[in-house]
Nanobody, 128 residues
Framework: QVQVVESGGGLVQEGGSLRLSCTASGLTFDTTAMGWFRQAPGKEREGVSCISASGRITAYTNSVKGRFTISRNNAKNTLYLQSDNLRSEDTAMYYC?????????????????????WGQGTQVTVSS
């Protein structure tokens, strides 16, 4: 079965950096679009970033543009999210997700509808 596992979360001060990782198994990683989502307590889930299967196409929510970078290593079945200049409002549980076969980072990717496999999450806490 498909497994998606995140790692790399932690506690960091404002202005600091973290690199989140996500490994996926049980699927053909190099033909699967991937995404990062987050959910803060009392708030709805938010799409953070999406990357095409090849890695050539990326998309970000406006609040993280210029600060976060999504990337992937298809040889290692691993997805990354480099998060720089972190702010207190970035505090949330971060989830990695694998898209359905044939799906891509369409205009509606941030709703999460094209993703069918989700990890358990890794907590990111940014202290002010």
């Amino acid at each position: 079965q498909v497994q998606v596992v995140e790692s790399g979360g932690g506690l960091v001060q404002e202005g600091g950096s973290l690199r989140l990782s996500c490994t996926a198994s049980g699927l053909t990683f190099d033909t699967t679009a991937m995404g990062w989502f987050r959910q803060a307590p009392g708030k709805e889930r938010e799409g953070v970033s999406c990357i095409s299967a090849s890695g050539r196409i990326t998309a970000y929510t406006n609040s993280v543009k210029g600060r976060f970078t999504i990337s992937r290593n298809n040889a290692k079945n691993t997805l990354y999210l480099q998060s720089d200049n972190l702010r207190s409002e970035d505090t949330a549980m971060y989830y990695c997700a694998a898209a359905r076969l044939g799906a891509y980072c369409s205009a509606s990717w941030s709703t999460g509808g094209v993703f069918e496999h989700w990890g358990q999450g890794t907590q990111v806490t940014v202290s002010s």
